[in-house]
């Protein structure tokens, strides 16, 4: 399993880290994920190949911005 974490910002509560879970949780391939507001850090850890252009998709589905590091 790979894991990667990726900077997100313009979450602040609860209410964000879920709709980014429940967007990015909708990708196939996708075990775990890891949200922090306070942090403003996303850590996914992945059973298949997963591009990162396609959890910054998610990201900016749930209405946030997202960059791999």
């Given amino acids: 399993m ?3 974490e990726y900077k ?3 979450m ?3 209410h964000c880290e879920m709709s980014v879970r ?4 909708e990708i196939p391939g996708v075990e775990s994920i890891e949200v922090s507001a ?3 850090r996303l850590v996914v850890s992945c059973s298949e ?3 990162d252009n396609t959890v910054i998709a998610a990201v900016e589905e ?3 911005s ?4």
């Fill in 2 to 4: 790979e894991s990667r």
């Fill in 8 to 10: 997100v910002t313009g």
């Fill in 12 to 14: 602040s509560c609860g």
């Fill in 22 to 25: 429940e967007e990015v949780g």
């Fill in 38 to 40: 306070k942090e403003g």
């Fill in 49 to 51: 190949s997963v591009a």
């Fill in 62 to 64: 749930a209405g946030y």
């Fill in 66 to 69: 997202a960059t791999r590091g």
